[in-house]
Every structure is written in structure tokens, then in C-alpha cells.
């Protein structure tokens, strides 16, 4: 597994994680929800190494973190940052190859280009591969990551670990549910470990196994993903009442949030609302 436990991260003075205690199991799909500033972003960050916690413990397999050499963990954690920037004008099939360094160490084979063209594939971007990244949309870029991920973690029978920040944000609705199910499939088809920052309970709802439920930089549960059906933790959660449809062939209720007139003149209200 990769784990948290009792993990903080301080800035300056101010804590943004308190205690976190999380893990991410093979198999299984974690969606981590809560409002804006609720500390998902850097629960990841700790997850991926990219931040080191002020005190208590990541591991990744029941090592330490920090006891991984890069190439080793990137061969097992692959992670789809909420922002990517690249101003190199690469062909599309040289940015998702950048996912195989940690295998091939600079001499891509054949079967490294393979993999790569299998996930263009995968993220409904076949017929990509000699376009320029710079000459792409946002969410166009934003698969390209998907598929760069996705080769950086195959080919490999260890335990892996996909990690996504907010992958959806720049996704129109159909691509939300492609790389949705995609996570899906690596969890359940090929036993990867999956954790997943979203805004939209509903997706969360349709996708996860499992939810964590943060605010204030803190867990307020973490369980299965029917824990969304209970109102008064979504409410506690983003501050804004909620409602619940059910909906013929499918398993959760939808999710919907009715604010009141007076969150309707609090912007971060207004906010929080947009993302359910």
C-alpha cells in the first residue's frame, strides 16, 4: 500500500495537513473530497514525494518514501499533476515516451513505444503522435498526461500506484468519464492502487470504491464511497446543503447542492457549489 499516517504539513505557520492518516490499496479506487483549501492537493503531494511532511510518515509498500531511489518509485507511482506546464514544442508521442524514462534510461525501445501508442490509444488520442503539444487544447494536454502516466506505469507485474490531482477539471464530459473508467480498469483489471482528487461528488460517486473526506486539513472519514449518501457529511464537508435523486440503474443517488439565499451572497459559497 501507500500510506500516510498522522501526517502534517506545516507552511510557515499555518498547518495544511493535520494528522492525515490515508492510504491508497491496490485494487481499489480512493476518491479524496472536501471544499477548496481542504488539503487534498497536499495530501497528494505528500503521497508522491513531492512534499515532505513536518511529521509523521509516507511509505510506499511498506518502506519510507524517502528511502526509495526516484527511478525506483517512479517505476511504481505515476501522477497526473493538477497543472502541467510544457513549453517545448514535442510531438505529442515524445512528451507520453517522457513516461518511460525511469525504464528505459534514456534509450527507448520498442516496446517503450509501444506502450506509449497503447495509452494514446487508451485516452482517445490516437492519430496524435506527431502533433505539437504547444499546438493542443487544454484538455487535449491534459490526456496527453493521462497517457504519459499510463506508460510510465506499464509493463511492470509490482505493485503501482496511479495518483490524479483534479484530472477532470479541464475535460469535457465525455473524456471525465474516459479517464474515469480508465482508473477504474487499471484498479480492478490490473490490481493498481488508484487515488483520485474530484470536485464532483457525482463522478466520485460512479467511480471510487472508497472516499476520504477532508476539511480544514483534516480527515473527517474515510470509508466506502456510500459514505457520500450521508448528508450531514457532505454538508459538514463544503458547508452547503445537499439533496439526493435517485436515478433508475444506478447504484448512488445523485448528488445536488441546494444553497441557501444567504450562501448565494457568499462568493466561496457560490464556489463550493459550482464544484458539486
Excluded: C
Amino acid at each position: 500500500m501507500l500510506t500516510l499516517k498522522d501526517v502534517s504539513v506545516r507552511f510557515g505557520r499555518r498547518e495544511v495537513l493535520r494528522q492525515v492518516t490515508l492510504d491508497v490499496r491496490q485494487g481499489s479506487v480512493l476518491a479524496i473530497v472536501g471544499e477548496n483549501g481542504a488539503g487534498k492537493s497536499t495530501a497528494l503531494r505528500v503521497l508522491a514525494g513531492e512534499l515532505t511532511p513536518t511529521s509523521g510518515d509516507a511509505s510506499l509498500d511498506g518502506l519510507p518514501l524517502r528511502r526509495w531511489s526516484a527511478a525506483e518509485a517512479a517505476r511504481r507511482r505515476a501522477v497526473v499533476p493538477q497543472h502541467a506546464h510544457l513549453t517545448f514544442s514535442f510531438q505529442v508521442l515524445d512528451v507520453v515516451l517522457l513516461g518511460r524514462f525511469a525504464h528505459h534510461r534514456g534509450r527507448p525501445g520498442p516496446d517503450d513505444e509501444r506502450y506509449a501508442r497503447s495509452a494514446l490509444r487508451q485516452v482517445g488520442l490516437h492519430g496524435f503522435e506527431e502533433r505539437r503539444y504547444t499546438q493542443l487544447s487544454g484538455g487535449e494536454r491534459q490526456r496527453v498526461h493521462v497517457a504519459r502516466t499510463l506508460a510510465q506505469l506499464s509493463g511492470s507485474s509490482s505493485p503501482r500506484y496511479w495518483l490524479l490531482d483534479e484530472p477532470t477539471a479541464s475535460l469535457d464530459i465525455a473524456h471525465r468519464h474516459t479517464v474515469l473508467r480508465l482508473a477504474g480498469r487499471l484498479a480492478h483489471d490490473d490490481a493498481v492502487g488508484v487515488a483520485v482528487v474530484l470536485h464532483d461528488l457525482n463522478l466520485a460517486a460512479r467511480y471510487a470504491d472508497r472516499v476520504a473526506v477532508m476539511k480544514d486539513g483534516k480527515i473527517l472519514q474515510t470509508g466506502p464511497v456510500e459514505l457520500l449518501t450521508d448528508a450531514s457529511l457532505v454538508e459538514t464537508a463544503f458547508g452547503v446543503p445537499v439533496r439526493y435523486a435517485s436515478v433508475p440503474g444506478r447504484a448512488l443517488p445523485l448528488m445536488f447542492a441546494e444553497p441557501s439565499s444567504a450562501a448565494d451572497s457568499n462568493p466561496v459559497n457560490q464556489e463550493t457549489t459550482n464544484d458539486l
